[in-house]
């Protein structure tokens, strides 16, 4: 199972770094937190971790640490919504030329679209289904399919190989974000 030193998670979420208006260092971050490890392999993995951090969670699931930070229960709506997004920009990328990627607000999305009475199941089971049929883009995807490049609208252009790793180093990330924020609301 993949784990990234603790510490090299902690560091990353100490730097808060805005996606948009500081992409390079954003997709440093999360690029460094994947480092050499296959991006496949992490995100095949990070489905068992999110089902691990939601039964850990328990009666803390929903509970913010601070008023203006997530609960374990809204970081998982994070990374679906991710997920989501990145269902359609994968293969925008991989069917169209230099097709627009949008950008999304993911407080907005956090906010308006998920609640309190959100079912961390039927989460999990969309991101697995989700995540299962990224999995098999990338596996029958050639080399010069992952060369391919979106115009992404906040950060620039983006390859479907640069998309794809990027997306595994945002797995650990929110998920060392899951582990802080229950630690905090166990305290």
Request: proline letters at 5%.
């Amino acid at each position: 199972m993949t784990d990234p030193e603790t510490g090299d998670v902690d560091t990353a979420l100490d730097r808060r770094f805005d996606p948009v208006a500081e992409a390079d260092e954003y997709r440093r971050m999360l690029l460094g937190l994947l480092g050499d490890s296959d991006p496949a392999e992490v995100q095949a993995e990070l489905a068992d971790q999110l089902d691990a951090m939601v039964e850990e969670a328990g009666p803390h699931l929903r509970t913010r640490p601070a008023p203006n930070e997530w609960s374990v229960l809204q970081v998982l709506g994070h990374i679906l919504d991710a997920e989501i997004a990145l269902a359609g920009r994968y293969r925008w990328i991989l069917a169209q030329d230099e097709p627009i990627l949008i950008g999304y607000d993911q407080d907005r999305w956090v906010e308006r679209l998920h609640s309190r009475d959100d079912d961390p199941e039927e989460m999990l089971a969309l991101f697995r289904a989700l995540r299962s049929s990224h999995l098999r883009l990338w596996a029958g995807a050639s080399e010069s399919d992952r060369a391919r490049v979106g115009i992404h609208s906040e950060r620039g252009p983006e390859s479907f190989d640069l998309s794809f790793r990027l997306m595994a180093g945002h797995g650990l990330y929110h998920l060392g974000q899951m582990r802080r924020t229950l630690s905090q609301v166990v305290s």
